[in-house]
């Protein structure tokens, strides 16, 4: 069975803080990984990673995929309130089809 | 507007009646899909998409119908609704390469 597992489930930390969230997964035929940041509403595209070791920043997010280990982990530097969120991970497979398998989610809170 | 949108963006259900909800798109994506959120759960395929008249089931189809006559719209119904499927739906669509873009969401609650 395709399993995506995030770590940790809940995260509270101070503003300015350097945070890093984890995603481990475990399918078949592997596509390519995406992160997502969902606040009260839909989840909005962060960043999507199909090659190993090569990490994709977004001002103060970034993203690296390491194939081999299975993982992959979102740097989030100088945290902000407004970075609170549910963070995302989702992996694609080859199956014609485009279908994404998530994770449950990493609930980050940033405090003033 | 360009965009995908769902309706309606709350319901209130009776166990037993049958509920629909729409979700309609306007780039022309091949792809669209309904997953629905829990607690715990984290975003879970109920059914999907490749194209006009073509749908398949995902990993938790039981108990829904979808119909795709358009490619822009992508209706999921509760025939009977339980309980059990009190959640957060969203419906989304894509190109056949790129990413998912999201609905807002239908927040469906079966009392």
């Known amino acids: 069975e395709d399993k995506v597992v995030q770590s940790p489930l809940s995260l509270v930390v101070h503003e300015g803080d350097t945070v890093t969230l984890n995603c481990s997964y475990e399918?078949?035929?592997?596509?390519?990984l995406l992160w997502y940041k969902q606040e009260k509403k839909a989840p909005t595209f962060l960043f999507m990673l199909?090659?190993?070791?090569i990490e994709k920043k977004s001002g103060r997010l970034s993203s690296i995929l390491d194939k081999k280990e299975l993982f992959s982990i979102l740097n989030i530097t100088a945290t902000q309130t407004g970075d609170s969120a549910v963070y995302l991970c989702?992996?694609?497979?080859?199956?014609?089809?485009?279908?994404?398998?998530f994770g449950q989610g990493t609930r980050l809170t940033i405090n003033p | 507007d360009a965009g995908i949108t769902q309706s309606p963006r709350y319901k209130i259900t009776e166990t037993g009646r049958q509920v629909t909800l729409m979700c309609h798109q306007t780039?022309?994506?091949?792809?669209m899909f309904w997953y629905r959120q829990d607690l715990g759960h984290g975003l879970r395929l109920i059914y999907y998409?490749?194209?006009?008249?073509?749908?398949d089931k995902g990993e938790v189809p039981d108990g829904y119908v979808v119909s795709r006559s358009k490619t822009e719209n992508f209706p999921l119904t509760l025939e009977s609704a339980t309980r059990s499927q009190t959640s957060v739906y969203f419906c989304?669509?894509?190109?056949?390469?790129?990413?998912?873009?999201f609905g807002s969401g239908t927040r469906l609650t079966v009392v």
């Open positions: 399918v078949t035929n592997f596509r390519s």
């Open positions: 780039w022309s994506h091949s792809y």
């Open positions: 989702a992996v694609e497979l080859i199956q014609g089809a485009q279908k994404l398998v």
């Open positions: 998409s490749a194209a006009a008249d073509i749908t």
């Open positions: 989304a669509s894509s190109p056949p390469t790129g990413t998912y873009t």
């Open positions: 199909t090659s190993s070791g």
